[in-house]
């Protein structure tokens, strides 16, 4: 029981700091909003003491501008839980996408033993190789290079 506690705090950790970030960030932007209507002309005057107490006291702001059902604080509140819970949803469906098999590999990919890979990379025949040089050496060259030893020998 307490490793599965554990295991669950661990894994929404993530979440509820996305959350409480964006909540203290919506609490300063309604702040700053309602700080701007009130100033207004005036606003950069009495902006750093108004960032100020918004940033020191969050609860209280966030429970004062709640309480008188600041839109702005409304509706950026629930874009910051939406947009959580989206990504909350999203990275579990992409882990659970992620998760592999028995087999220790992502879909249908398997891992080849030794005699695989050897069979099917690394064996091929006398025959085989040499068709294969041939055809990837160009007959001007092959013949440039056994006329070039042909002098190289005849110098000697």
Do not use: C
């Amino acid at each position: 029981m307490k490793s599965k506690l554990l295991n669950t705090i661990k894994a929404s950790w993530p979440y509820l700091l996305t959350l409480i970030i964006g909540l203290y960030l919506a609490e300063i932007l309604a702040g700053s909003v309602m700080a701007l209507s009130r100033y207004k002309l005036t606003f950069a005057d009495h902006m750093p003491t108004v960032l100020t107490q918004l940033a020191l006291h969050p609860w209280h702001y966030y429970n004062l501008y709640l309480g008188q059902k600041n839109p702005v604080l409304i509706i950026v509140s629930v874009a910051v839980i939406l947009y959580t819970i989206y990504f909350a949803l999203k990275r579990n469906s992409k882990h659970k996408a992620w998760e592999t098999a028995d087999t220790e590999t992502h879909g249908s990919a398997t891992w080849g033993n030794l005699k695989e890979l050897n069979d099917h990379y690394f064996s091929i025949n006398a025959k085989d190789l040499t068709t294969a040089f041939n055809k990837s050496i160009a007959t001007e060259i092959l013949e440039a290079l056994t006329q070039q030893e042909v002098q190289s020998k005849t110098n000697k």
